[in-house]
Nanobody, 117 residues
Framework: QVQLQESGPGLVKPSQTLSLTCTVSGFSITTNYYAWSWIRQPPGKELEWMGVIAYDGKTYYSQSLKSRTSISRDTSKNQFSLQLSSVTPEETAVYYC?????????WGQGTQVTVSS
């Protein structure tokens, strides 16, 4: 069974870099034609897709976040990670990782990240 689990600090200060890791079990992140996404949902707002890393390591980012976002992976640990720099309090949200294959079919439970001094 495919499972995803987000981990990382729950509190980040403004202007600092948010770093999260998604650990995947039950499925290899290098399996052909699958990709691995980060999505977030601020309180009271809609889900926002942030970016994705594909099975071959290629990355694609939301245009609005591209300059501040980096997604990487550690295939030896079957993990992929998100870094978002220069965060603001408005980026307080629940951050999710998910598998993408046509649709986002498996999701982590989400992790709350609060941006505050």
């Amino acid at each position: 069974q495919v499972q995803l689990q987000e981990s990382g600090p729950g509190l980040v200060k403004p202007s600092q870099t948010l770093s999260l890791t998604c650990t995947v079990s039950g499925f290899s992140i290098t399996t052909n034609y699958y990709a691995w996404s980060w999505i977030r949902q601020p309180p009271g707002k809609e889900l926002e897709w942030m970016g994705v890393i594909a099975y071959d390591g290629k990355t694609y980012y939301s245009q609005s976040l591209k300059s501040r976002t980096s997604i990487s992976r550690d295939t030896s640990k079957n993990q992929f990670s998100l870094q978002l720099s220069s965060v603001t309090p408005e980026e307080t949200a629940v951050y999710y990782c998910a598998r993408l294959t046509g649709a986002l079919d498996y999701w982590g439970q989400g992790t709350q990240v609060t941006v505050s001094s």
